[in-house]
């Protein structure tokens, strides 16, 4: 084994574990539940948006193009009932209508910005894992032509 591979894996347990702990079962169950806040296709960008100042909902439908009004308030309500944004009518003619981020769903914008990091760091190397298996599942793929053609001729 090479030292890139020895330290690449240094931090792999030594043993196999058999059985999953209770405990992991419950990480994965927490992770699944806090990734369900923002699964709708739409409340990650609102969220980011939010974090980066933009409050109201028609500066919120400019900045998203493709989304229905009806939808971007459906997914503002949903992320309101869950604690996320608080809604801001004021009193004015027109009225005007501002969102903002709880301390819950700032804390939230963490988890974004921590994958954004990963993703920023990261990316050539999931390209190039992911274009090495479109090269060798093409490599079989035409090796097994070759084969059946080989064997009909």
């Avoid at 994965?28 to 100042?53: P, Q, T, V």
């Avoid at 939230?108 to 993703?119: D, F, H, K, Q, S």
Wanted: aromatic share 6%; net charge negative; glycine share 4%.
């Amino acid at each position: 084994m090479h030292d890139d591979e020895m330290n690449r894996d240094s931090h792999l347990p030594q043993r196999e574990r058999v059985r999953a702990r209770p405990e992991d079962f419950e990480m994965i169950e927490l992770a699944r539940e806090a990734l369900e806040l923002l699964h709708a296709k739409w409340k990650l960008d609102l969220l980011c948006l939010m974090a980066s100042g933009i409050r109201r909902h028609a500066r919120l439908f400019d900045n998203l193009p493709g989304i229905s009004k009806k939808v971007l308030t459906d997914a503002l309500r949903g992320l309101q009932q869950d604690g996320l944004v608080t809604r801001h009518i004021y009193a004015e003619v027109p009225a005007r209508v501002e969102y903002t981020l709880t301390p819950l769903g700032w804390s939230l914008t963490e988890v974004p910005m921590a994958l954004y990091e990963w993703a920023a760091q990261h990316a050539d190397e999931v390209r190039s894992a992911r274009d090495a298996a479109l090269s060798e599942g093409r490599d079989r793929q035409q090796s097994t032509f070759y084969e059946l053609r080989t064997a009909a001729a």
